[in-house]
């Protein structure tokens, strides 16, 4: 059974920072591509950054300069740094397993919340 269990959320300040965490199980979590995304109340859901086996990594362009994802395969955990949030940055964030070409399962995890306020 796959898991993908996110945690790190939570109420921030602008301009302040939290990492997410995504621990994952149940696939081969080196050859999957690890990626965030965010669904704002009334948007649809975006890509916020994705990273591949080998360290490769994609921004969208609005979190580009103030978020970094990161991975740990001996741990089967990826991680998104965010900091300089801003209220924009408000949704729920969402961990992505996606194992295609080599594999043809794709994965989404429960959400966690972020709440950019003062």
């Known amino acids: 059974q796959v898991q993908l269990v996110e945690s790190g959320g939570g109420l921030v300040q602008p301009g302040g920072s939290l990492r997410l965490s995504c621990a994952a199980s149940?696939?081969?979590?080196?050859?999957?591509?690890m990626g965030w995304y965010r669904q704002a109340p009334g948007k649809e859901r975006e890509l916020v950054a994705a990273?591949?086996?080998?360290?490769?990594?994609n921004y969208a362009d609005s979190v580009k300069g103030r978020f970094t994802i990161s991975r740990d395969n001996a741990k089967n955990t990826v991680y998104l740094q965010m900091n300089s949030l801003k209220p924009d940055d408000t949704a729920v964030y969402y961990c992505?397993?996606?194992?295609?070409?080599?594999?043809?399962?794709?994965?989404w995890g429960q959400g966690t919340q972020v709440t950019v306020s003062s």
């Open positions: 990273i591949t086996g080998g360290g490769r990594t």
């Open positions: 149940g696939i081969i979590f080196s050859i999957y591509v």
């Open positions: 992505n397993a996606d194992g295609r070409p080599l594999d043809p399962g794709n994965y």
